[in-house]
């Protein structure tokens, strides 16, 4: 519908200019106060979607992601002074988790939560304010992550790469926890992650002693330790970076250099008595850079192409295009209640919204877009006003 604003009250004043009061409440109870349950919403979502998704290709990937809202004040459900995706920096705002399924051409978010800071978990009396659900505690954004990936393997879905940014790439945990559900991974990780250059690995145990219980743990000595992936990257020759382009960009194909070899990570193996298994390091590296820009680690199998590899590692991007217009189109960001039920209905409406024009395109074309359907609505009444915009100035 037309109006920059997605909120409860511009809408009421467009859907029913004579009645905007009425309307307004109406919207408000189904919002912030109807009792109905978000994951049941988004299943029939994902149920109506998904099959007009996979029409045009299958499922390859499960993308994990977070979104930030820039919010003043501290009384809104989860607001803090955290990173920002949105502002790109340490900002007054709330954060979201999400999943997504995804083909290469489309993707549809299937779970969403915000993030609870850990203040805000131990307050009594702001959860009671916003109304913040008992059996929600504090959990990292990667441990949400976790929990909307179990879920979704509980549902049966047809299984994808996941796929995330360093934020959750860097996780350990978060890593084994996808290999314990037998799922494969490309992930982000930081530039000091370390890892055991190729053809290398902690050094075993001890011998065992004449007493006692043998040695079990790997060990590490001054001359045989574990690099940056950075430092690898930087060692690596000239020769080892290959120019690949791994898709369409809106002008030409997208294309860098970059290079892939076999790691082990090195994540506090000194306490284990095995070594982590090998992986896959992707390091992209543009030409006339002075230094890598990206680092990947992961599990797809030994007899994966370079490009194969780039191109799911790349893939990611698609979650950009999915908040992009939920934000600017579908008003996802709009949210103007403070408490925890009314953040998430909102949400999961606009997926809702989102999800009609993802089915929508895929019965017609993937390359179809949600601004040329031109829909027509009616606008509010010439001289409504929503409640603290500022007054038009006086006429002489």
């Known amino acids: 519908m037309p109006g920059e604003r997605k909120s409860i009250e511009p809408m009421a004043a467009r859907l029913d200019p004579a009645n905007v009061q009425p309307m307004r409440q109406s919207l408000h109870h189904l919002v912030a106060k109807a009792p109905w349950s978000d994951e049941t919403l988004l299943d029939e979502v994902r149920k109506h979607v998904l099959p007009a998704m996979q029409k045009q290709g299958p499922v390859v990937a499960w993308i994990v992601d977070d979104t930030g809202f820039p919010k003043k004040g501290t009384h809104s459900v989860g607001v803090a002074r955290q990173y920002c995706g949105q502002v790109g920096k340490q900002d007054n705002c709330r954060v979201a988790v999400s999943l997504s399924v995804a083909t290469w051409s489309s993707s549809l978010p299937i779970a969403y939560r915000l993030y609870l ?41 047809d299984r ?17 926890g996808l290999t314990e559900l037998d799922l494969q991974y490309v992930v982000g990780v930081q530039s000091s992650m370390t890892v055991w250059e190729p053809g290398k690995q902690p050094l075993p145990a001890k011998p065992r002693g004449k007493m006692g219980r ?135 409406l606009c997926i809702a919204a989102y999800g009609f024009l993802v089915a929508e395109r895929n019965r017609f074309s993937p390359s179809a877009r949600a601004g040329h359907l031109r829909l027509a609505a009616f606008g509010p009444a010439p001289d409504f006003r929503p409640r603290g915009s500022p007054r038009a100035p006086r006429t002489t």
């Open 214 to 348: 043998p040695p079990r743990l790997l060990q590490r000595t001054t001359d045989h330790q574990p690099v940056s992936v950075k430092q690898l990257g930087m060692s690596l020759s000239s020769t080892a970076f290959k120019s690949i382009s791994w898709r369409e960009g809106a002008e030409r194909k997208l294309r860098s250099r970059f290079a892939a070899v076999r790691v082990r990570p090195a994540h506090r193996d000194y306490g284990k008595a095995e070594p982590h298994a090998e992986e896959w390091l992707l390091i992209e590296w543009p030409r006339g850079e002075a230094e890598p820009t990206q680092y990947w680690i992961s599990t797809l199998p030994l007899n994966t192409k370079l490009k194969d590899l780039i191109k799911m590692a790349k893939h990611r991007w698609i979650i950009e295009r999915d908040y992009e217009e939920l934000k600017q189109e579908l008003g996802l960001g709009h949210f103007e209640g403070r408490n925890w039920r009314g953040f998430h209905h909102h949400a999961t």
């Open 117 to 157: 800071p850990k203040e805000w978990a131990e307050d009594s009396e702001r959860r009671e304010k916003t109304e913040v659900p008992q059996e929600v505690e504090f959990q990292t954004k990667p441990d949400i992550a976790l929990d909307q990936i179990r879920a979704a393997v509980v549902a049966n879905l």
């Open 160 to 176: 994808g790469v996941v796929l995330a940014d360093a934020a959750y790439g860097i996780n350990t945990k978060f890593r084994e």
